[in-house]
């Protein structure tokens, strides 16, 4: 991936002086840097110490792994990281590779609960487009901190505030923007429901039930605030996530449908097809990016 004007490879502690009231989002580290073959590079989540901080992390050259939740994801160039801490994974460089990205890390509790939504929303990797705004909010970020520009606290949670928001937009990609449909209360928490459990055997009687209405109304209902029926609102939930694993892992199709809420295989296979008229294999092959 390639960005105009990055900032020279150097990581940045960004210290900040107290400010004079609490502040719930900052900074507190950035880099570009570029891991070359031969230097170890392996961290692992449950190891970070048991202070709560976010990380996102973005492939601008080589190839790194992700170990999270029984998946190995291989990040390629345009995929980011968004990963919270302490938790249960790993992510390394395999030793002839090397591993050149954007980084930066964010604490605080409002910074937090941001990055626990984002994250539920998307999962841990994201596929990102350079003129993506979280790629530009990332880029200014690591920009300021190595010209050490974050000095001052209020300037320092500005900056944690506004790439915070980039993760959040980014991870609602493709949802309707505020205003654009109707959603009532109902229909909104059966629709977090969808989001937060699709990948669980779930289907149309507990979007239902979340929201409070008989599957009959809910149905109409819903097909009327969002475009589309419940059930193929969680069918395309279902082939989004499992479209990410082809891309970014190396399991079996068997292993994705079942992580994905997919009965089998040849379940996820007809779905992907009915999607996008062409096969799981055809997407792994190209690397095509759909979402």
């Known amino acids: 991936m390639d960005l105009p004007g990055l900032p020279p490879l150097e990581s940045v502690s960004v210290a900040s002086p107290r400010a004079a009231v609490r502040l719930r989002a900052m900074l507190f580290a950035a880099g570009h840097e570029d891991r070359r073959p031969g230097c170890a590079y ?14 996102i992390q973005l492939t601008l050259g080589g190839t790194g792994r992700l170990d999270f939740n029984d998946h190995t994801y291989t990040l390629r160039p345009g995929d980011a990281m968004v990963l919270s801490f302490p938790h ?16 930066a890390c964010i604490h605080g509790g409002e910074a937090m609960r941001i990055w626990r939504d984002a994250a539920e929303r998307r999962g841990p990797v994201w596929r990102l487009s350079p003129e993506s705004r ?12 190595i010209d050490r520009q974050i000095n001052d606290p209020y300037v320092n949670s500005a900056l944690a505030y506004q790439l915070a928001m980039a993760v959040l937009k980014e991870s609602a990609a493709g949802e309707p923007e505020p205003g654009d449909t109707p959603r009532s209360a109902a229909i909104a928490r059966a629709v977090r429901y969808a989001q937060q459990w699709h990948r669980q055997p779930i289907g149309v009687e507990d979007l239902a039930e979340a929201a409070g209405m008989s599957r009959y109304h809910f149905s109409r209902v819903f097909r009327r605030s969002e475009g589309r029926s419940p059930g193929r609102y969680l069918a395309d939930l279902r082939v989004a996530s499992a479209v990410r694993l082809l891309q970014t892992t190396d399991d079996t199709l068997e292993k994705i449908a079942n992580a994905t809420g997919f009965a089998n295989a040849s ?21 095509m990016y759909m979402f």
């Open 134 to 145: 979280l790629v530009e909010a990332l880029a200014e970020t690591c920009r300021r901190a």
């Open 42 to 55: 392996d961290w692992d989540g449950r190891r970070r110490g048991e202070a709560e901080f976010g990380l």
């Open 88 to 103: 249960d994974h790993r992510y390394w460089r395999p030793t002839n590779r090397h591993w050149r990205f954007l980084y």
């Open 267 to 287: 379940h996820l296979s007809r779905a992907v097809r009915a999607s996008y008229d062409t096969t799981p294999g055809s997407i792994r092959q190209r690397g």
